[in-house]
């Protein structure tokens, strides 16, 4: 918890990551129906977009980014929409 005014200097990381490419992206359609948005037919990660975030997790991975006692925690908050909520998932995993 942080107390204000501040008795010692915030020391978070912040890692900012997109969400693999969609198959929406992948056809270079824009689809903005929010209703559709927890579609995976439509908003859902293509073999490509998994493939990214495996790469993103093994990349954290080397930096020592959620990797318990001896890294840094990671918390990850995603969009709600299904790529990202997907991509959030494998990220996770992949460092669990």
Request: hydrophobic share 40%; net charge negative.
């Amino acid at each position: 918890m942080v107390m204000f005014p501040l008795t010692h200097q915030l020391s978070n990381t912040y890692y900012l990551v997109r969400a693999g490419e969609s198959v929406d992206t992948a056809v270079d359609r824009v689809h903005t129906n929010p209703v559709d948005k927890i579609n995976t037919n439509i908003h859902g990660l293509t073999k490509t977009g998994v493939a990214q975030m495996h790469k993103i997790a093994d990349q954290l991975r080397e930096i020592k980014v959620g990797t318990g006692e001896n890294g840094r925690d990671l918390w990850i908050w995603p969009s709600q929409s299904i790529q990202c909520l997907q991509s959030a998932d494998i990220v996770a995993y992949d460092l669990s």
